[in-house]
């Protein structure tokens, strides 16, 4: 298995976060909010956005949250993973300590897959 590489991101790389299949089911995702668009608020920032590598490929990211003018991220709310075991070093690894926010779809109990 290839080594794991866990790192924050440079400006300009918001196409390898984004490259990461996303599964749709639960995150800020479901709001509508567009990676791309946060970044360019200032909302997210390549030095609160995480991604966990195996090889050239994403298993785990993360983006931080705030405003424009804050100069430290106030909540976690983009986080997804296909390994478990990356989504953790990554977590681990960061040195943003922020609350999580978790947003679910309304029927999420009855979604095995949530």
């Known amino acids: 298995m290839t080594d794991l590489v866990v790192r924050p991101l440079t400006a300009g790389e ?3 976060f984004l490259s990461m299949p996303d599964d749709g089911l639960v995150g800020v995702q479901l709001t509508g909010r567009d990676y ?14 995480w991604v966990a590598l ?3 490929k994403v298993v785990a990211r993360a ?3 705030a405003g424009p003018e ?3 991220p106030i909540t976690l709310d983009w986080f997804d993973f296909s390994d ?3 989504g953790r070093a990554l977590l681990e690894k960061s040195d943003l300590k922020t609350e999580y926010t978790m947003i679910l779809p ?6 095995p897959a949530v």
């Open 106 to 111: 309304p029927d999420w109990r009855a979604d």
């Open 70 to 72: 804050d100069d430290k």
């Open 63 to 65: 983006a931080w949250w």
């Open 36 to 49: 791309r668009a946060t970044v360019e608020l200032g909302q997210y920032r390549p030095e609160w956005t």
């Open 84 to 86: 478990a075991e990356a």
């Open 14 to 16: 918001a196409d390898l």
């Open 54 to 56: 195996r090889g050239d």
